[in-house]
Structure formats: C-alpha cells, structure tokens
C-alpha cells in the first residue's frame, strides 16, 4: 500500500510540474502547451494546409483550356455566398456560367483571389457581385468602390469584359445595425455603380432593381433567410442576368 501511495505522489508532483510548465508556455508562447509537448515527445509536427477554394477546378479547366477544348464564351461569376448557391444549371443552362462564389467572403477577399479565379481562366467576361455582408458600419462604401474599380481595370487590361451588378438588398432584420442603415448604404452603393456603369460603358445587371420590394429590401417571400434567396429568388435574379449576359456573348 505503502508504494502505490508513492506513486500516486510522485504522479501528482509529475502533473503539477507538467500544468505549471505548460502554464508559464502558454504565458510567453502562447498556443497549445499539450499539443507543444507532444510534438518534443515524438518530435514531429502535423499542421494542416487551408484549402483553395476551386483549385481543383481551375486545375481541370486549364487543361481544357490548353488542351482548346473549353467553351471560348465562359463567363466568369465572381461573388461570395448568393453566387455560390447559385445553380446556374437550372436557372441559366443555355449560358457558359463559371461559378466562383466563395460563402462569406468581403471585397478584399475577393480581390487576393481575382487572379486565379478570373485572369488566368481566361474567360470572354466576369460579372462582378459584390454581397449585402460588405454593408457594415466598419467597412466604408470606398473600400467597395476602389474594389470594383481595379477589378474592372484588371478585366479590361486582360481583355477580358467587365460586366458590374449592383448588391441584392438585405431583408428587414438585416436592414440596421444599431444606428447604422444598412438599407440606406446599400442604395448609396448601387447608385454608385450604376453611376459608374454609365460612365465607363460597362454592362450592368440590376439586381437590386430586379428584386427589391416598395421598400428597398429583399422580399421575405424571395429569400430563405434575411440574406439569402430562394428558388423564387434565384429565378428573378437570373431573367435579370439573362438579357444582359446574351448581349454580351452576342457582342463581337
């Protein structure tokens, strides 16, 4: 009895000293103390790459792209969450749609991944969507503006045509944060783009015409959520995509 009350006591003072070490670790290292001791016990290290979105995708769309066998009229739809919900083979079959929607994703984002989504696809246009989650109280309408702008630019400079929409308005619980409106800033923006539409000659898709209700807002019976749109949804914001995306496959 006498040695396993020795054990049990050595064991303590062991874990003691083990928690107070991984305490001061964590202290100046920061981190997983645990995960630290692991990795000096067996000495190695497991860390796991973040994925690409669509990397595989524009792996096998290069290859048919090299190989001349992809369709020359692709049109790029680069967007974040409404874009990638988007199945553009049930509601635009007819068009050579490439979908690259990343779910939660803001101007910036969109921006880092614009070279491989966009310029090195090749395509003949890119339709630039911007969501209703940019609209938030710490991010200025410029950061928007300037976004789209070089997108446009970079577009044009690759001789690829840039096509610009305005945002699909947030639903009325999404409508205001705090003292900020979201609705108000939103329809800042879209006049802005279709102002900015106008100047340059750029195609536009008027989403936000399209689809809002009296008030400015995203109609309850067209989304799933504040944000987000049904079957109802999608149909209408197609037939608005549909008559400007044949105009420009038809264009020379």
């Known amino acids: 009895m006498r040695y396993v009350w020795i054990i049990v006591l050595a064991g303590s003072i062991l874990l003691n000293i083990v928690a107070v070490w991984g305490f001061f670790n964590y202290v100046k290292y920061g981190g997983s103390p645990l995960g630290d001791l692991k990795r000096k016990l067996t000495g190695t290290t497991k860390q796991t790459a973040p994925t690409i979105p669509y990397a595989q995708a524009n792996t096998d769309l290069l290859a048919e792209i090299e190989a001349g066998v992809a369709d020359p009229r692709r049109i790029v739809f680069l967007g974040a969450s409404i874009t990638q919900r988007w199945d553009f083979r049930t509601y635009l079959p007819e068009l050579p749609i490439v979908n690259r929607g990343v ?52 577009a044009e400079a690759n001789d690829i045509v840039p096509i610009v929409s305005t945002i699909i308005p947030a639903g009325k619980p999404e409508a205001r944060i705090g003292d900020y409106s979201v609705a108000d800033s939103l329809a800042r923006f879209n006049d802005w783009v279709r102002a900015f539409a106008s100047e340059k000659d750029y195609y536009l898709i008027d989403f936000a015409a399209a689809i809002a209700d009296d008030d400015g807002l995203l ?12 079957e109802k949804g999608y149909q209408i ?15 020379e």
Request: with cysteine.
């Open 103 to 154: 779910g939660g994703q803001l101007v910036p984002g969109i921006l880092t991944r614009y070279h491989r989504d966009v310029l090195e696809l090749k395509p003949k246009a890119v339709i630039i969507k911007f969501c209703s989650i940019n609209i938030r109280p710490q991010m200025p309408l410029k950061v928007l503006e300037d976004g789209m702008s070089m997108m446009t630019q970079l």
């Open 219 to 230: 109609p309850r019976d067209c989304s799933v959520d504040p944000v987000h749109l049904n």
């Open 237 to 251: 914001v197609s037939d608005a995509a549909r008559s400007v995306l044949q105009k420009v496959l038809a264009a």
